[in-house]
Protein backbone atom coordinates (compact mmCIF):
# COMPACT_ATOMS: atom_id res chain seq x y z
CA UNK A 1 0.00 0.00 0.00
CA UNK A 2 1.19 3.09 -0.82
CA UNK A 3 2.32 5.83 1.67
CA UNK A 4 0.04 8.71 1.66
CA UNK A 5 1.62 12.07 1.52
CA UNK A 6 1.06 16.10 2.37
CA UNK A 7 -1.27 17.59 0.21
CA UNK A 8 -0.45 20.99 -1.72
CA UNK A 9 -3.67 22.92 -0.91
CA UNK A 10 -2.26 25.86 0.50
CA UNK A 11 -2.40 29.18 -1.39
CA UNK A 12 -0.95 32.54 -0.92
CA UNK A 13 -3.25 34.31 1.69
CA UNK A 14 -3.01 30.49 3.81
CA UNK A 15 0.23 31.20 3.81
CA UNK A 16 0.44 34.68 4.94
CA UNK A 17 -2.02 34.15 7.32
CA UNK A 18 0.40 31.25 8.79
CA UNK A 19 3.10 34.07 8.92
CA UNK A 20 1.19 36.92 10.40
CA UNK A 21 -0.54 34.23 12.98
CA UNK A 22 2.23 32.87 14.39
CA UNK A 23 4.25 36.08 14.73
CA UNK A 24 0.89 38.42 16.36
CA UNK A 25 0.78 36.54 19.92
CA UNK A 26 2.17 36.05 22.77
CA UNK A 27 5.05 38.58 22.20
CA UNK A 28 3.09 41.94 21.34
CA UNK A 29 0.14 41.23 24.03
CA UNK A 30 3.08 40.51 27.06
CA UNK A 31 6.57 41.22 26.72
CA UNK A 32 6.65 45.79 26.57
CA UNK A 33 6.08 45.30 30.57
CA UNK A 34 9.38 43.73 30.27
CA UNK A 35 11.13 46.11 28.21
CA UNK A 36 9.87 48.68 30.15
CA UNK A 37 11.48 48.26 33.04
CA UNK A 38 14.58 46.92 31.20
CA UNK A 39 15.24 50.02 29.48
CA UNK A 40 13.39 52.64 31.07
CA UNK A 41 12.64 55.18 27.86
CA UNK A 42 10.05 55.41 25.72
CA UNK A 43 12.64 55.49 22.73
CA UNK A 44 14.79 52.69 23.57
CA UNK A 45 11.64 50.82 23.51
CA UNK A 46 10.13 51.54 20.55
CA UNK A 47 13.86 51.57 19.16
CA UNK A 48 14.02 48.15 20.46
CA UNK A 49 11.13 47.11 18.00
CA UNK A 50 12.32 48.88 15.22
CA UNK A 51 15.85 46.73 15.13
CA UNK A 52 13.91 43.38 15.64
CA UNK A 53 11.98 44.62 12.59
CA UNK A 54 15.31 45.05 10.50
CA UNK A 55 16.35 41.93 11.87
CA UNK A 56 13.40 39.57 11.02
CA UNK A 57 12.85 41.57 7.55
CA UNK A 58 16.52 40.38 6.55
CA UNK A 59 15.91 36.74 7.56
CA UNK A 60 12.57 37.00 5.85
CA UNK A 61 14.73 37.68 2.37
CA UNK A 62 17.31 35.13 2.95
CA UNK A 63 14.75 32.43 4.11
CA UNK A 64 12.98 33.38 0.91
CA UNK A 65 15.90 32.70 -0.88
CA UNK A 66 16.27 29.13 0.45
CA UNK A 67 12.75 28.24 0.04
CA UNK A 68 12.33 28.84 -3.20
CA UNK A 69 15.81 26.47 -4.05
CA UNK A 70 13.95 24.02 -1.53
CA UNK A 71 10.10 24.58 -1.80
CA UNK A 72 9.85 21.67 0.76
CA UNK A 73 8.09 21.53 4.23
CA UNK A 74 10.32 21.47 7.28
CA UNK A 75 11.62 25.13 7.26
CA UNK A 76 15.54 25.04 8.84
CA UNK A 77 15.19 21.50 9.06
CA UNK A 78 15.86 20.96 5.34
CA UNK A 79 18.20 24.17 5.00
CA UNK A 80 20.84 23.02 7.32
CA UNK A 81 20.83 19.29 6.54
CA UNK A 82 21.57 20.54 2.80
CA UNK A 83 23.70 23.05 4.09
CA UNK A 84 25.93 21.34 6.96
CA UNK A 85 24.88 18.24 6.58
CA UNK A 86 22.40 15.38 8.33
CA UNK A 87 23.82 16.24 11.79
CA UNK A 88 23.02 19.84 11.71
CA UNK A 89 19.75 18.79 10.29
CA UNK A 90 18.69 16.61 12.98
CA UNK A 91 19.90 18.97 15.40
CA UNK A 92 17.73 21.80 14.35
CA UNK A 93 14.44 19.81 14.01
CA UNK A 94 15.23 18.56 17.36
CA UNK A 95 15.63 22.45 18.81
CA UNK A 96 12.44 23.35 16.71
CA UNK A 97 10.62 20.37 18.15
CA UNK A 98 10.89 21.90 21.89
CA UNK A 99 12.14 25.68 21.94
CA UNK A 100 10.43 26.32 18.01
CA UNK A 101 7.03 24.79 18.77
CA UNK A 102 6.54 23.15 22.13
CA UNK A 103 7.67 25.87 24.59
CA UNK A 104 5.88 28.81 22.32
CA UNK A 105 3.03 27.10 21.75
CA UNK A 106 3.09 26.22 26.06
CA UNK A 107 3.78 30.20 26.29
CA UNK A 108 0.42 31.07 24.17
CA UNK A 109 -1.94 28.90 26.46
CA UNK A 110 -0.34 30.38 29.91
CA UNK A 111 -0.71 33.64 28.34
CA UNK A 112 -4.38 32.85 27.01
CA UNK A 113 -5.09 31.72 30.62
CA UNK A 114 -3.36 35.31 32.37
CA UNK A 115 -5.19 37.29 30.42
CA UNK A 116 -9.16 34.97 31.31
CA UNK A 117 -8.03 35.87 34.43
CA UNK A 118 -8.67 39.22 34.20
CA UNK A 119 -12.73 37.82 34.96
CA UNK A 120 -11.24 34.64 36.35
CA UNK A 121 -8.37 35.07 39.34
CA UNK A 122 -8.58 31.29 40.11
CA UNK A 123 -7.22 30.79 36.29
CA UNK A 124 -3.94 32.99 36.76
CA UNK A 125 -0.88 30.76 36.14
CA UNK A 126 0.90 28.81 39.12
CA UNK A 127 4.35 29.05 40.19
CA UNK A 128 3.27 26.67 42.92
CA UNK A 129 5.78 29.11 45.68
CA UNK A 130 4.64 26.43 48.43
CA UNK A 131 7.07 23.97 46.76
CA UNK A 132 9.82 26.30 46.25
CA UNK A 133 11.96 24.18 48.48
CA UNK A 134 10.84 20.64 47.77
CA UNK A 135 12.10 18.44 44.82
CA UNK A 136 8.63 19.31 43.19
CA UNK A 137 9.63 22.88 42.95
CA UNK A 138 9.87 22.60 39.06
CA UNK A 139 6.57 21.65 38.56
CA UNK A 140 3.57 24.30 38.23
CA UNK A 141 0.30 22.48 38.66
CA UNK A 142 -3.31 25.12 38.43
CA UNK A 143 -6.63 25.74 36.95
CA UNK A 144 -4.42 28.24 34.68
CA UNK A 145 -2.25 25.18 33.25
CA UNK A 146 -5.20 23.00 33.03
CA UNK A 147 -6.56 25.26 31.01
CA UNK A 148 -3.78 25.49 28.75
CA UNK A 149 -3.61 21.85 28.77
CA UNK A 150 -7.06 21.51 27.80
CA UNK A 151 -6.53 24.34 24.65
CA UNK A 152 -3.39 22.31 23.46
CA UNK A 153 -5.38 19.39 23.22
CA UNK A 154 -8.32 21.61 21.33
CA UNK A 155 -5.91 22.40 18.85
CA UNK A 156 -4.14 19.12 18.30
CA UNK A 157 -8.01 17.74 17.77
CA UNK A 158 -8.61 19.97 14.85
CA UNK A 159 -5.35 20.14 13.41
CA UNK A 160 -5.58 15.83 13.30
CA UNK A 161 -9.06 16.02 11.71
CA UNK A 162 -7.61 17.98 8.07
CA UNK A 163 -5.25 20.51 6.94
CA UNK A 164 -8.32 22.49 5.22
CA UNK A 165 -10.23 22.43 8.55
CA UNK A 166 -7.21 23.41 10.60
CA UNK A 167 -6.23 26.03 7.90
CA UNK A 168 -9.95 27.84 7.77
CA UNK A 169 -10.15 27.60 11.06
CA UNK A 170 -6.87 29.77 11.22
CA UNK A 171 -7.59 32.27 8.65
CA UNK A 172 -11.08 32.72 10.82
CA UNK A 173 -8.93 33.07 13.99
CA UNK A 174 -6.39 35.45 12.31
CA UNK A 175 -9.09 37.63 11.07
CA UNK A 176 -10.64 38.11 14.02
CA UNK A 177 -7.13 39.00 15.73
CA UNK A 178 -6.70 41.13 12.90
CA UNK A 179 -9.94 42.95 13.28
CA UNK A 180 -9.73 43.62 16.82
CA UNK A 181 -5.66 45.02 16.93
CA UNK A 182 -6.97 47.18 14.42
CA UNK A 183 -9.95 48.25 16.24
CA UNK A 184 -8.11 49.18 19.37
CA UNK A 185 -5.63 50.92 16.86
CA UNK A 186 -8.78 53.25 15.60
CA UNK A 187 -10.50 53.60 18.86
CA UNK A 188 -7.56 54.57 20.80
CA UNK A 189 -6.92 57.83 18.47
CA UNK A 190 -10.72 58.48 18.44
CA UNK A 191 -11.59 58.26 22.25
CA UNK A 192 -8.79 56.27 23.92
CA UNK A 193 -7.76 58.61 27.35
CA UNK A 194 -3.87 58.30 27.06
CA UNK A 195 -1.35 61.03 26.94
CA UNK A 196 1.57 62.27 24.36
CA UNK A 197 3.24 63.19 27.88
CA UNK A 198 4.27 59.32 28.65
CA UNK A 199 6.44 59.33 25.26
CA UNK A 200 8.97 61.89 27.59
CA UNK A 201 8.50 60.39 30.76
CA UNK A 202 11.30 57.59 31.71
CA UNK A 203 11.25 54.60 34.30
CA UNK A 204 13.59 53.46 36.71
CA UNK A 205 15.07 51.28 35.44
CA UNK A 206 14.85 47.32 37.18
CA UNK A 207 17.69 45.96 35.38
CA UNK A 208 21.15 46.22 36.77
CA UNK A 209 23.25 45.81 33.33
CA UNK A 210 24.21 48.46 30.92
CA UNK A 211 21.72 50.19 28.53
CA UNK A 212 23.73 48.30 25.32
CA UNK A 213 23.98 45.05 27.16
CA UNK A 214 20.61 45.37 27.85
CA UNK A 215 19.52 45.75 24.49
CA UNK A 216 20.68 42.98 23.60
CA UNK A 217 19.13 40.89 25.53
CA UNK A 218 15.78 42.25 25.20
CA UNK A 219 15.90 42.06 21.74
CA UNK A 220 15.69 38.16 22.61
CA UNK A 221 11.76 39.12 23.79
CA UNK A 222 11.35 41.77 20.93
CA UNK A 223 12.60 38.71 18.37
CA UNK A 224 10.47 36.38 20.57
CA UNK A 225 7.76 38.56 19.42
CA UNK A 226 8.97 38.61 15.69
CA UNK A 227 9.30 35.10 15.43
CA UNK A 228 6.99 32.86 13.13
CA UNK A 229 8.47 35.27 10.51
CA UNK A 230 9.55 31.77 8.75
CA UNK A 231 6.24 30.07 9.71
CA UNK A 232 5.30 29.63 5.71
CA UNK A 233 8.25 27.55 5.17
CA UNK A 234 7.89 24.85 7.06
CA UNK A 235 4.57 23.86 5.22
CA UNK A 236 5.73 25.20 1.77
CA UNK A 237 5.90 21.24 1.00
CA UNK A 238 1.95 21.79 0.54
CA UNK A 239 1.87 25.46 -0.90
CA UNK A 240 -0.12 25.15 -4.38
CA UNK A 241 2.90 26.91 -6.16
CA UNK A 242 5.91 27.58 -3.34
CA UNK A 243 8.31 28.73 -6.12
CA UNK A 244 6.10 32.23 -6.25
CA UNK A 245 3.81 31.84 -3.00
CA UNK A 246 6.70 31.54 -0.49
CA UNK A 247 8.94 34.66 -1.04
CA UNK A 248 5.90 36.87 -1.23
CA UNK A 249 3.98 35.64 1.61
CA UNK A 250 7.06 35.91 3.93
CA UNK A 251 7.94 39.30 2.88
CA UNK A 252 4.13 40.42 3.10
CA UNK A 253 3.31 38.48 6.38
CA UNK A 254 6.75 40.20 8.03
CA UNK A 255 6.22 44.11 7.04
CA UNK A 256 2.41 43.80 7.74
CA UNK A 257 3.21 42.56 11.57
CA UNK A 258 6.09 45.15 11.79
CA UNK A 259 4.09 48.06 11.37
CA UNK A 260 1.21 46.80 13.42
CA UNK A 261 3.81 45.93 16.25
CA UNK A 262 5.10 49.20 16.17
CA UNK A 263 1.75 51.45 16.03
CA UNK A 264 0.53 49.14 19.31
CA UNK A 265 3.93 49.85 21.29
CA UNK A 266 3.31 53.75 20.13
CA UNK A 267 -0.17 53.26 21.78
CA UNK A 268 0.57 51.39 24.93
CA UNK A 269 3.13 53.93 25.74
CA UNK A 270 -0.14 56.37 24.94
CA UNK A 271 -2.08 54.47 27.19
CA UNK A 272 0.20 54.32 30.46
CA UNK A 273 3.51 55.49 31.36
CA UNK A 274 6.76 53.01 31.51
CA UNK A 275 6.88 53.32 35.25
CA UNK A 276 3.00 51.59 35.51
CA UNK A 277 4.02 48.99 32.95
CA UNK A 278 7.00 47.66 34.40
CA UNK A 279 6.47 43.62 34.97
CA UNK A 280 3.22 44.14 33.92
CA UNK A 281 2.26 40.33 31.85
CA UNK A 282 -1.26 41.46 30.11
CA UNK A 283 -0.16 44.69 28.63
CA UNK A 284 -2.75 44.77 26.21
CA UNK A 285 -5.35 44.55 28.53
CA UNK A 286 -3.96 47.02 31.03
CA UNK A 287 -3.68 49.61 28.32
CA UNK A 288 -7.02 48.57 26.94
CA UNK A 289 -8.43 49.38 30.68
CA UNK A 290 -6.49 52.72 31.02
CA UNK A 291 -7.83 53.92 27.35
CA UNK A 292 -11.24 52.70 27.54
CA UNK A 293 -12.25 52.41 30.62
CA UNK A 294 -13.38 49.07 33.31
CA UNK A 295 -15.72 47.88 30.05
CA UNK A 296 -13.44 48.92 27.18
CA UNK A 297 -10.78 47.02 29.45
CA UNK A 298 -12.70 43.88 29.63
CA UNK A 299 -13.64 43.82 26.13
CA UNK A 300 -10.23 43.69 24.45
CA UNK A 301 -9.06 41.33 27.16
CA UNK A 302 -11.19 38.68 25.90
CA UNK A 303 -10.71 39.09 22.30
CA UNK A 304 -7.01 39.87 22.71
CA UNK A 305 -6.98 36.16 24.63
CA UNK A 306 -8.85 35.36 21.27
CA UNK A 307 -5.76 36.65 19.55
CA UNK A 308 -3.82 34.67 21.61
CA UNK A 309 -5.45 31.77 20.44
CA UNK A 310 -4.76 32.09 16.91
CA UNK A 311 -0.70 31.92 17.66
CA UNK A 312 -1.16 28.73 19.38
CA UNK A 313 -3.30 27.47 16.55
CA UNK A 314 -0.75 28.37 14.05
CA UNK A 315 2.14 27.03 15.75
CA UNK A 316 0.62 23.34 16.57
CA UNK A 317 -0.52 23.61 12.61
CA UNK A 318 3.36 23.98 11.53
CA UNK A 319 5.29 22.13 14.14
CA UNK A 320 4.22 18.96 13.35
CA UNK A 321 5.53 19.25 9.64
CA UNK A 322 8.92 19.16 10.57
CA UNK A 323 8.68 16.21 12.24
CA UNK A 324 7.37 14.92 9.35
CA UNK A 325 10.17 15.54 6.89
CA UNK A 326 12.63 14.39 9.72
CA UNK A 327 11.08 11.29 9.96
CA UNK A 328 10.50 10.69 6.70
CA UNK A 329 14.40 10.99 6.36
CA UNK A 330 14.90 8.74 9.25
CA UNK A 331 16.14 11.17 11.43
CA UNK A 332 12.75 11.52 13.60
CA UNK A 333 10.76 8.73 15.09
CA UNK A 334 8.75 6.78 12.72
CA UNK A 335 5.47 7.38 13.36
CA UNK A 336 5.70 11.08 12.91
CA UNK A 337 6.06 10.25 8.83
CA UNK A 338 2.58 8.34 9.09
CA UNK A 339 0.36 10.72 7.41
CA UNK A 340 -3.93 9.31 7.96
CA UNK A 341 -5.27 7.84 4.83
CA UNK A 342 -8.52 10.04 5.53
CA UNK A 343 -7.49 13.02 7.01
CA UNK A 344 -3.87 13.89 5.18
CA UNK A 345 -2.64 15.02 8.18
CA UNK A 346 0.79 13.38 10.03
CA UNK A 347 -1.44 12.36 13.25
CA UNK A 348 1.71 11.12 15.36
CA UNK A 349 3.44 13.96 15.02
CA UNK A 350 0.63 16.14 16.29
CA UNK A 351 0.65 14.06 19.10
CA UNK A 352 4.43 14.30 19.93
CA UNK A 353 4.43 17.80 19.85
CA UNK A 354 1.10 17.62 22.05
CA UNK A 355 2.79 15.57 24.77
CA UNK A 356 6.25 17.81 24.75
CA UNK A 357 3.77 21.28 24.91
CA UNK A 358 2.38 19.77 27.65
CA UNK A 359 5.56 19.23 29.88
CA UNK A 360 6.22 22.54 29.60
CA UNK A 361 3.32 24.06 30.43
CA UNK A 362 3.62 22.06 33.95
CA UNK A 363 6.89 22.77 34.34
CA UNK A 364 8.03 26.06 32.50
CA UNK A 365 7.61 29.66 33.34
CA UNK A 366 6.58 32.23 31.13
CA UNK A 367 9.87 34.70 31.51
CA UNK A 368 12.22 31.40 30.93
CA UNK A 369 9.90 30.33 28.52
CA UNK A 370 10.96 33.14 26.78
CA UNK A 371 14.67 33.22 27.14
CA UNK A 372 14.84 29.65 26.28
CA UNK A 373 13.30 29.93 23.20
CA UNK A 374 14.75 33.18 22.02
CA UNK A 375 18.39 31.35 22.90
CA UNK A 376 17.93 28.33 21.08
CA UNK A 377 16.54 29.35 18.07
CA UNK A 378 18.33 32.58 17.53
CA UNK A 379 21.13 30.20 17.04
CA UNK A 380 19.89 28.02 14.41
CA UNK A 381 18.55 30.66 12.03
CA UNK A 382 21.77 32.53 12.73
CA UNK A 383 23.57 28.63 11.47
CA UNK A 384 21.06 28.61 8.48
CA UNK A 385 21.54 31.71 7.15
CA UNK A 386 24.63 31.28 7.21
CA UNK A 387 24.28 27.85 5.08
CA UNK A 388 22.88 29.70 2.85
CA UNK A 389 26.08 31.94 1.93
CA UNK A 390 27.26 28.63 1.35
CA UNK A 391 24.99 27.06 -0.58
CA UNK A 392 24.91 30.14 -2.96
CA UNK A 393 28.26 28.83 -4.68
CA UNK A 394 26.19 25.68 -5.41
CA UNK A 395 25.35 25.46 -9.53
CA UNK A 396 22.07 26.53 -10.60
CA UNK A 397 20.93 28.17 -7.64
CA UNK A 398 17.96 30.49 -7.73
CA UNK A 399 19.29 33.81 -6.19
CA UNK A 400 16.52 36.16 -5.47
CA UNK A 401 17.00 40.08 -6.17
CA UNK A 402 16.32 41.78 -3.37
CA UNK A 403 19.05 39.42 -1.22
CA UNK A 404 21.35 39.77 -4.27
CA UNK A 405 20.96 43.20 -3.73
CA UNK A 406 23.71 44.80 -1.70
CA UNK A 407 25.23 41.35 -0.68
CA UNK A 408 25.81 40.26 1.42
CA UNK A 409 23.63 42.79 3.44
CA UNK A 410 20.99 40.57 4.11
CA UNK A 411 22.70 38.04 5.50
CA UNK A 412 25.54 39.80 7.29
CA UNK A 413 22.67 42.22 9.46
CA UNK A 414 21.01 38.99 10.25
CA UNK A 415 24.14 37.12 11.47
CA UNK A 416 25.84 39.88 13.34
CA UNK A 417 22.67 40.87 15.27
CA UNK A 418 22.20 37.44 16.27
CA UNK A 419 25.97 37.19 17.27
CA UNK A 420 25.67 40.11 19.49
CA UNK A 421 22.48 38.81 21.51
CA UNK A 422 23.62 35.31 22.06
CA UNK A 423 26.77 36.56 23.74
CA UNK A 424 25.14 39.20 26.14
CA UNK A 425 21.88 36.65 26.69
CA UNK A 426 24.52 33.85 27.38
CA UNK A 427 26.60 36.63 29.50
CA UNK A 428 23.35 38.12 31.40
CA UNK A 429 21.18 34.84 31.57
CA UNK A 430 22.99 32.45 32.11
CA UNK A 431 20.96 29.53 33.31
CA UNK A 432 18.33 29.57 30.37
CA UNK A 433 21.36 29.77 27.96
CA UNK A 434 22.40 26.84 29.53
CA UNK A 435 19.38 24.79 29.14
CA UNK A 436 19.19 25.78 25.70
CA UNK A 437 22.66 24.50 25.27
CA UNK A 438 22.34 20.80 27.02
CA UNK A 439 19.10 20.29 24.33
CA UNK A 440 21.31 21.01 21.94
CA UNK A 441 23.74 18.68 23.54
CA UNK A 442 20.95 15.71 24.65
CA UNK A 443 20.17 16.63 20.67
CA UNK A 444 24.10 15.60 19.42
CA UNK A 445 23.77 12.33 21.59
CA UNK A 446 20.34 11.39 20.48
CA UNK A 447 21.54 11.60 16.98
CA UNK A 448 24.84 9.77 17.31
CA UNK A 449 22.75 7.10 19.55
CA UNK A 450 19.49 6.02 17.03
CA UNK A 451 19.45 8.37 13.85
CA UNK A 452 23.03 8.61 12.68
CA UNK A 453 22.84 5.91 10.19
CA UNK A 454 19.00 6.76 8.69
CA UNK A 455 18.65 7.50 4.81
CA UNK A 456 19.51 11.17 5.38
CA UNK A 457 20.99 12.68 2.16
CA UNK A 458 24.61 14.69 2.76
CA UNK A 459 25.35 18.10 2.97
CA UNK A 460 25.69 20.36 -0.69
CA UNK A 461 29.21 19.05 -2.66
CA UNK A 462 31.06 22.21 -3.41
Known amino acids: MTQPSLRRELSFTHATAIVIANMIGTGIFTT ?5 GDLGRPALVLGVWVAGAFIALAGCLCYSELGVNFPKSGGEYIYLREAWGPAWGFLSGWISFFAGFAAPIAAGALAFSEYLAHFFPSLAVSSSPERASSLLAFFHPGRGQGLALGIVALFAVINIRGLRLAARFQNFLTAIKLGVLLLFLGLTV ?25 FAVSLIFVMFAYSGWNAATYVAGEMKTPERTLPVALVTGTLTVAALYMALNAAFIYALPLESMKGVVRIGAASAGALFG ?20 AMVLVGPRVYYAMANDGCFFRGAARVHPRWGTPVEAIV ?21 IGFALIFFAALAVAG ?18 GYPLAPALFMGA ?12 PRESALGLLTILLGAGLYLWKFRRGPQSGPVTE
Open 32 to 36: TGFLA
Open 352 to 372: YQSLATAVMILTGTFESLIYF
Open 388 to 405: LVRLRRRSGWKKLAAVSW
Open 294 to 313: TLGGGFFSVMMAVGLLSCVS
Open 190 to 214: VIGHGSVGHFSQVAVRTSPHSLGAQ
Open 418 to 429: SAWMLCYTAALR
